[in-house]
């Protein structure tokens, strides 16, 4: 066994070898410009289709975004909206299953969550960095999603937890499509 | 159902409280002091014993470290090595596992890697954010650790897939727990 390291011509992926599935992300007040520039690196990496930038999230182009995004602001589609409450109900009257990822009381174990059929469509919810996800925006949705922790804080950062929660969606969903 | 957010008092866990589990960390020349602060937010809370911070690997107290690490560094225990290289060979001494995370010729998937009796002790070793982990690292390993990836760009950030890699072998380890 040699544990040769792949070249970068040996990792390449065109636009048209890329894969995207039916999730997508929103970004509720998102401080970080550079947090914003790490979720979109680990939404292309992941298939997220589109991220919806809300409230004081910052927006490409932003010199930090593009230092921490490395391209992939070109390879994910984003919109921006002012508030984060309208772009909730838009995605759940196209039909969006709604799972906010937060620690709050009746939320489901991220591991748990499994892409079944019911779920056409997801939308994934991060929140602002100090704050969270608002809590008028988690009565808006069908899930909250927990990452579970064992240590003595009880915090991630939000680029580290959506990176998680958006390997963990996606491993769901191939999953799922290599079932049928 | 109320998915109520979390009170700080809810969340709250003592040092008494919270897990440790076999696994240790490797920093194999990761630049920025950031992302060396939110490795030790990600292992404080998926319960690493230790960090192993070698090379030009940032040391805690540095400004930017203790910013991003809000406290972690406190709850995590680390050493300083100057060589990557004889921090892991008496790790292997010691009888751990060296896993690497990176992009390699007969790699394994994460999601495949599970903790078994056969692993009593695991390192994880991550590497430079434009280098990755050294080749003659990895050929000192006994497996590495890929990322399933379909994105256009072919890279997460170190912490982000730090994070994805410590909160997998987190899961693996306490599955592994419970059915003792």
């Not at 401080?31 to 910052?58: E, P, Y």
């Amino acid at each position: 066994m040699s544990f040769r390291k792949k070249t970068m011509q040996e990792l390449g992926r065109s636009a048209s070898e890329s894969l995207k599935i039916p999730l997508v992300l929103v970004l509720d007040n998102v401080r970080s410009a550079q947090n914003v520039g790490s979720l979109f690196r680990s939404a292309d990496a992941f298939g997220v289709d589109h991220i919806h930038l809300c409230g004081i999230t910052a927006q490409p182009p932003h010199r930090e975004i593009l230092k921490t995004a490395l391209g992939a602001t070109s390879s994910v589609a984003w919109t921006y909206h002012a508030s984060s409450r309208d772009a909730l109900q838009r995605l759940s009257d196209q039909g969006y299953t709604l799972c906010a990822l937060e620690q709050s009381h009746d939320s489901r174990s991220l591991q748990d969550w499994q892409w079944t059929d019911v779920q056409a469509h997801v939308a994934l919810i991060l929140g602002n960095e100090v704050k969270g996800v608002e809590q008028s925006l988690l009565d808006q949705c069908d899930d909250v999603l927990e990452i579970t922790q064992v240590g003595q804080k009880h915090s991630l950062n939000v680029a580290v937890s959506g990176g998680i929660a958006m390997h963990h969606i996606y491993q769901t969903f191939a999953a799922r499509e290599s079932q049928k």
